[in-house]
């Protein structure tokens, strides 16, 4: 197997070089601070090492849950919000056909999702989807109390308890939460379901490899192993053994930190895939609560080309200059299409005609980046050698790993989310939770 590469030779021209390098000495002690538990957030590091340490036991008894969840049940529904969902909708798209869906013949259930909204219709309609379907759930809810997750389990177990009768429901509920927190796990004690623990020391949006992630992925009917393995092999090359100049994770935190210092206050991961629109959306999670706070930290945002570059495409390339690009490039889809001849070529295509669809793609995504650099958007790329579950792997914990040194260079907790805290408080306080009195009356003095 390669590697995923990180290619940064895009920025230079509105960074230098030497100043990147110059990050070395700063990586190599966040580096280190990371494994020695040295920085701000250190208790939450249980994602570091969590790729080699997870054993052939562990691996086959997810895999033996999701079996269970596959023979049983024609849709999944997996509620969770946040790191609780993100990393395996991220996963999970980005490997399924892109008309799943659709298709009637089925090998594995159609995995869904409920708890990342309080939509109402959403909630309706789906409930409504599942009145006739042999439906499981995998509940995910670290704290185990947080408001979304918790009122689309409580209406979807009901309809499951309706549906199936008691028992059976509770052999068709997984839990993933606290080991002995929160009222997830008190529910899941007392009805007896499947549980899977989700460690103190993880937090929600570095969960992607431990159960949150994997259980959704396996009943999917993907190869958490090669998951597993990739992630693996980038937790070696991220490691401090590794020099400054090998290590893509160390590469990336330095010239990222460099280039919002030379103003790129905007990053946007882009992908030329509609599969990969998730992994933005995981990605965004990652970056946006790791480094958002203090005043400080880039702003994440994701774009899918070629599909976007018609509405935002206008303001990547002459809007303010405060934006740089991470490309997420697959080097070979994983099928072919070739653009058809056409005799009385009407639409001027045939200029294409023999190509693959994917050149035109390539093509795109070429002309596109020397657009973007020639309007004053540096460009970073991170080529994937093809779409699959190992170099997945490998990219989500890249990721994880820079971020982690990302933070400590800016000087953040990159493993706290206090700002989140102020939603919850106000929304509480409206709703007149007990408890809130006080925030209450002061909230409804303003309104
Ligand atoms: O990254 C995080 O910690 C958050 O996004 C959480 O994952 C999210 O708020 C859900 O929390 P919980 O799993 O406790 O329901």
Redesign the pocket.
Known sequence: MQNIKLTIDKAFGFVSEEAVAGYETKVAAANAALHNGTGKGSDFLGWLNLPSSIDEAHLADVENTAQILRENCEVVIVI?????YLGAKAVIDALSNSFDWLQTERKAPVVVYAGQNIGEDYLYELQEMLQNKKFGIIS???????TE?ALAFRLLKTQLEEQQGKEAAQKLIVAVTDKSRGALRTLATQEGYKTYIIEDNI???YSVLSPVGLLPMAVAGFDIRQFVSGAVSMETLCGTETAFEENPAAIYAAVRNELYKAGKKIEILVNFHPKLHFIGEWWK?LYG?SEGKDNVGIFPASVDFTSDLHSMGQWIQEGERTIFETVISIQSSNYTKTVPTDAANLDGLNFLAGKRVDEVNKMAELGTMIAHIDGGVPNLKIELPALNEFYLGQLLYFFEKACGISGYILGVNPFD?PG?EAYKKNMFALLDKPGFEAESAAIKARI
């Open positions: 969770g919000i946040g790191g609780s995910i809810s670290k704290s185990g109390t947080t997750p937090g929600g949006r999670q609560e989310q989140v």
